[in-house]
């Protein structure tokens, strides 16, 4: 079955405080992995796309690394601003194009 | 920036009752979903359409839902009868291609 895990659940960081966010999967084979953002009563912001092992994307303080089984979402030196819930996504070969989400990982940044 | 629009942000509605929820899509997107989020859970797949029809659907998309895309540029989610386990973040996406679609802001439906 085609699975998604999120770590940690819930992150505490102090501004500047870089750290990475986990996601790892099982897919019978892998068309993307996808990173959202989501604030609290909105629906999820795209924030990158992957497609295979060895890919990086990058954007303002985060940057989206891909690996056979997993992937990372790096911030770097994160601010108050970057608090917010980040999702991870995978879409498999096996089915049409439909998404499999990950619970998230629930992050705060502190002033 | 284009993006995707759902009405109403906010239903209340009492048990056995039909909802429709309401997307508007991006103008030249082709395909369409509806994700579902319960509070505190993941967000699921509910049914993807294309080309005027469903092109898959979960196993949580029974008969008691429907989808419709009645003039060309919305989108609606029909929920027959409701239930109070269907108390949810409703969210519409779309995309141009399959890959990497935009989410709309959901309705938080309350099933009461």
């Known amino acids: 079955e085609d699975q998604v895990t999120q770590s940690p659940e819930a992150l505490r960081l102090q501004e500047g405080e870089s750290s990475s966010l986990n996601c790892s999967y099982t897919?019978?084979?892998?068309?993307?992995l996808f990173w959202y953002r989501q604030d609290p009563g909105k629906g999820p912001e795209f924030l990158f796309t992957l497609y295979s092992a060895g890919e990086e994307k990058e954007k303002e303080r985060l940057k989206a690394t891909l690996t056979k089984k997993e992937s990372f979402l790096h911030i770097t030196a994160p601010k108050p601003e970057d608090s917010a819930t980040y999702l991870c996504a995978v879409q498999a070969t096996s089915g049409t194009y439909k998404y499999i989400f990950g619970t998230g990982t629930r992050l705060k940044v502190l002033a | 920036e284009p993006e995707v629009t759902q009405t109403p942000s906010h239903q209340v509605t009492q048990m056995g009752q039909e909802v429709i929820l309401r997307c508007v899509p991006i103008s030249n997107h082709l395909y369409f979903y509806w994700y579902r989020q319960i509070l505190g859970q993941k967000v699921e797949f509910l049914v993807s359409f294309y080309n005027n029809e469903i092109s898959e659907k979960s196993e949580i998309f029974d008969d008691q839902f429907s989808v419709e895309r009645p003039d060309g540029s919305n989108f609606t989610l029909k929920i027959r009868s409701t239930k109070l386990e269907d108390s949810a973040m409703y969210f519409c996406?779309?995309?141009?291609?399959?890959?990497?679609?935009?989410f709309g802001s959901g309705t938080r439906l309350t099933v009461v």
């Open positions: 897919v019978s084979g892998l068309r993307g």
């Open positions: 996406a779309s995309g141009f291609s399959e890959y990497g679609y935009t």
